[in-house]
């Protein structure tokens, strides 16, 4: 048994989910005006009787405080008179209002139908005491009920007429925007990032119209850059692994034949691959904000200068010259292997864009508690429009993809959030046509 009843609520609660905004709506607004229709039937009806008398009564108390106030005024009378001909209450003395029935008033009693009367007594300027009835009559409101009534009922036909009218077009103008909005989320559901949201008529619709425009653009960049990232990985991955299937192909038909430069190239390949793997599992931890940095203070000008020496030996014999510029040695409190990551990613992106000088100078200044360094390459530099947009991951400027030395295009993309991570700043500086200096700050212990 509970479970029916448990099945007949969500029902109910899913019968309103399906019910369109704008007949919701329509039905608010109508039920709003029955219940305004029923509240004025029942003051006007059921009410109306005793809202008279009470009007009555306190018409009645205001004159004999009125009296009061005026009782030796000589403008008396001229009150009275006009109570008697304003508000239908006839003040006497006790003796007039005892005084025996005429004629015409025997047949329906002394004071009509029903009256009202209070009786007080004031105090003339000369001493003497006046006892003052006052008498107001309340006339029969059947007659009035009746015409009430009717008139009601044409104003409940009016009103009804009316409230269905416009409780369409609210609930059309209301939600005829949001269903837009709805329809053009579905198509962005579907993939459609070129899809444009047009609110208007109301503020909140419009702040949510611009806000799932933004969204929109966003999920554009992201799908474009996920699109990219699994184009220029897959190119990174098929090359060394091609390269790794002719040569042990090689090796396997022809084993005598074997020599160091062929294994050499099959563990460089390995080794790019594992980069790659290593870049992608960072970026995504990254994203997902499961990255734990493990900071000890240490000497970053020690670490970078053993960086530097490794690299050094790894590219001189191609012509490459690494020079470093500091001054004393500098300890910070951070993730010396996560620092030291992004330097070397930064390191082996100059080398990368150094062009026929070959020459990358990394500099290390202190200003205000934060130790800068600066990675300058001798490159052709990078044009003003890309530079917002080279932390992207696997950003290229000419749109083309093309297959470094060393690293795995991932290298801009992890320098961000590592120095992100440490609360530092990054940035780059570069002119076309001119060398390009990336540079990263990090807070001095």
Not at 40 to 63: C, G, P, S
Not at 80 to 94: F, G, Q, Y
Not at 386 to 406: E, G, Q
Request: one cysteine or more; hydrophobic letters at 40%.
């Amino acid at each position: 048994m509970p479970i029916l009843s448990r099945h007949c609520v969500d029902w109910g609660i899913d019968s309103m989910d399906k019910l369109k905004l704008k007949w919701r709506i329509f039905t608010f607004q109508l039920g709003f005006c029955a219940l305004l229709l029923l509240v004025l039937w029942f003051f006007q009806t059921v009410l109306l009787t005793d809202m008279y008398k009470y009007i009555r009564k306190e018409e009645l108390q205001k004159a004999v405080t009125l009296v009061g106030k005026n009782i030796n005024s000589p403008d008396l009378q001229e009150i009275l008179d006009d109570l008697a001909r304003n508000k239908e209450i006839i003040v006497m003395t006790s003796q007039e209002f005892n005084m025996p029935l005429r004629p015409e008033q025997e047949g329906r009693g002394r004071r009509g139908p029903e009256s009202i009367t209070q009786t007080e007594t004031f105090t003339l300027s000369d001493g003497r005491n006046v006892s003052l009835t006052f008498y107001a009559l309340i006339s029969p409101v059947d007659a009035t009920v009746s015409t009430l009534r009717m008139q009601l009922y044409i104003i409940t036909g009016i009103m009804l007429l009316l409230s269905i009218i416009i409780a369409l077009i609210i609930s059309w103008r209301v939600s005829k925007p949001i269903e837009k909005i709805n329809s053009s989320a579905k198509l962005l559901a579907s993939g459609n990032y070129d899809t444009h949201f047009d609110g208007r008529d109301f503020l909140e619709v419009k702040e949510l119209s611009d806000t799932l425009n933004t969204a929109a653009t966003e999920l554009s960049k992201v799908e474009t850059l996920r699109r990219e990232l699994m184009a220029n990985v897959s190119h990174d991955l098929r090359t060394p692994l091609a390269l790794i299937y002719s040569y042990a192909e090689m090796m396997h038909d022809f084993p005598d034949e074997i020599t160091k430069e062929q294994t050499q190239i099959i563990m460089d390949e390995t080794q790019r691959l594992t980069s790659l793997v290593n870049d992608v599992l960072d970026v995504s931890q990254f994203e997902m904000g499961t990255m734990v940095l493990t900071k000890s203070v240490y000497n970053l000008t020690e670490s970078i200068s053993s960086t530097i020496d490794r690299i050094s030996e790894l590219v001189k014999s191609d012509g490459y010259t690494l020079c470093f510029e500091h001054g004393d040695d500098i300890f910070v409190n951070a993730d010396e292997g996560k620092i030291m990551q992004a330097f070397y990613n930064l390191l082996i992106n100059a080398i990368h864009y150094s062009g026929e000088i070959k020459n990358v100078v990394i500099r290390q200044n202190v200003s205000n508690g934060f130790a800068k360094i600066e990675v300058i390459d001798s490159g052709d530099g990078i044009a003003e429009d890309d530079l917002p947009f080279i932390w992207d991951r696997y950003y290229k400027s000419n749109k083309k993809h093309k297959r470094a030395i060393t690293g795995t295009g991932l290298g801009l993309s992890i320098v961000k959030k590592i120095i992100e991570l440490h609360e530092g700043t990054y940035g780059v500086t570069s002119e076309l046509g001119k060398r390009s200096t990336f540079w990263f700050t990090i807070n001095i212990s």
